[in-house]
């Protein structure tokens, strides 16, 4: 697939877009891009993808694309899309289901190990969140075992999460929704709304919370979460970040700990979309027993991606957390200091674009995913520090 490129200039406070430009080689493009020494860099790497879902930056150059639609695809570092890659499990790509999250084991180097998460079919029409792991190769996808599945599988096309992040310590964490069926959330015995910790291989640690509980399930690490898109680790602490919708308002950031509640639904920001009152199970924003939102937005951006950026003091926007808005049609920046939020900024608004995901590189730019019939992969370079 032939994909053009555009570069497009931002100022620090008012978006202003550029004519869009014929397709040229990425030299071009990146002097193309050039902007003022105050002003924020939009490069348009790719088009032409269909709902895209997740980006994995690959170290030899490039990236990973999901589509929601079930297919995975390569880029060039120039732009240049593949074709499907072979070798992806079957995919219940309905409603909100399909490909979803793909993250680089981070032996990838040695190994070419990628981790995904999607949306498994299952009998009579039911689906689940599920995360494999497979080898990539030239000719596709090898050697590919699922690791986790979420039981059971239930009837509906909603929440599915789903994003996959690790720990540094032979460890990945999966974020998966409750499936649109509420009270799931609160019940240990089930997957649904749940954030799960497993080793690399998919086994159970045995220093996870609900081991050896007879009514929990081992894989569980919390609990009482709605629809859960954003997961990442801080560089800087190693803390494990988690982002999730409200329904009509509530989006949370949350820092989830073993074994603790996050309340969902008996505890809620947000509001039931048909009454636009509290729903039946909900007594209100605090609960005993129950965690209240780490960072909330009264009204719901449609929180998905997530990403920090630290270690890079000469950028101003080192310490942030990036957070991708699907109904907002932005991207958000929130200033940290330590883990406090001490500022908001909105970026890209002006593209009325829903961003689906954000990933940071090492040099420090920062690279989204519009959610579209006709996605784009755009990378962002900061605007200079005032000198």
């Known amino acids: 697939m032939a994909v053009p490129s555009l570069a497009w200039l931002l100022a620090p406070a008012i978006a202003v877009s550029m004519a869009a430009c014929s397709a040229a080689p990425m030299d071009a493009q990146r002097a193309a891009a050039a902007a003022a020494s105050n002003g924020l860099v939009q490069t348009e790497i790719a088009h032409g993808l269909e709902h895209p879902w997740a980006v994995a930056l690959l170290p030899e150059g490039g990236y990973l694309v999901t589509e929601r639609a079930?297919?995975?695809?390569?880029?060039?570092?120039?732009?240049?899309?593949?074709?499907?890659?072979?070798?992806?499990?079957?995919?219940?790509?309905?409603?909100?289901g399909g490909l979803l999250d793909v993250e680089l084991a981070p032996d990838y180097a040695s190994s070419h190990r990628i981790y995904f998460s999607y949306s498994e079919p299952g009998p009579g029409g039911t689906a689940g969140t599920a995360a494999a792991v497979a080898t990539l190769g030239e000719l596709g996808l090898r050697d590919v075992h699922v690791i986790y599945r979420q039981a059971p599988?239930?009837?509906?096309?909603?929440?599915?999460?789903?994003?996959?992040?690790?720990?540094?310590?032979?460890?990945?964490?999966?974020?998966?929704?409750?499936?649109?069926?509420?009270?799931?959330?609160?019940?240990?015995?089930?997957?649904?709304?749940?954030?799960?910790?497993?080793?690399?291989?998919?086994?159970?640690?045995?220093?996870?919370?609900?081991?050896?509980?007879?009514?929990?399930?081992?894989?569980?690490?919390?609990?009482?979460?709605?629809?859960?898109?954003?997961?990442?680790?801080?560089?800087?602490?190693?803390?494990?970040?988690?982002?999730?919708?409200?329904?009509?308002g509530g989006d949370e950031i949350n820092l989830p700990e073993p074994g603790?509640?996050?309340?969902?639904?008996?505890?809620?920001?947000?509001?039931?979309?048909?009454?636009?009152?509290?729903?039946?199970?909900?007594?209100?924003?605090?609960?005993?027993?129950?965690?209240?939102?780490?960072?909330?937005?009264?009204?719901?951006?449609?929180?998905?991606?997530?990403?920090?950026?630290?270690?890079?003091p000469q950028s101003p926007?080192?310490?942030?957390?990036?957070?991708?808005?699907?109904?907002?049609?932005d991207l958000i920046r929130l200033t940290l200091d330590g883990d406090r939020i001490v500022a908001e900024e909105r970026l890209l608004g002006d593209r009325g674009a829903r961003i689906r995901d954000v990933r940071v590189g090492p040099d420090g730019s920062v690279y989204v995913l519009t959610d579209e019939d006709d996605g784009r992969l755009i990378k962002l370079q900061a605007p200079a520090r005032a000198r």
């Open 70 to 96: 079930g297919r995975l695809r390569r880029i060039s570092a120039k732009g240049d899309v593949s074709p499907p890659i072979a070798g992806v499990p079957t995919v219940w790509a309905e409603g909100q």
């Open 153 to 248: 599988k239930l009837i509906g096309p909603n929440h599915f999460g789903s994003r996959i992040a690790f720990d540094g310590k032979g460890h990945v964490f999966i974020s998966q929704g409750e499936r649109f069926d509420r009270m799931r959330a609160q019940q240990l015995d089930m997957l649904q709304g749940k954030l799960v910790r497993l080793n690399m291989d998919g086994s159970i640690p045995p220093d996870n919370p609900f081991v050896g509980r007879t009514v929990a399930r081992p894989e569980i690490w919390s609990y009482g979460h709605r629809n859960m898109q954003g997961l990442a680790f801080d560089p800087r602490t190693g803390r494990l970040w988690e982002s999730e919708h409200g329904p009509r």
């Open 260 to 312: 603790k509640n996050y309340g969902w639904p008996i505890i809620s920001n947000g509001m039931d979309y048909t009454t636009d009152r509290p729903y039946p199970e909900t007594v209100g924003t605090h609960a005993p027993g129950m965690e209240s939102p780490y960072h909330v937005w009264k009204k719901s951006p449609g929180l998905s991606g997530m990403a920090f950026l630290t270690g890079h």
């Open 317 to 329: 926007w080192n310490n942030s957390l990036f957070l991708g808005a699907l109904a907002d049609h």
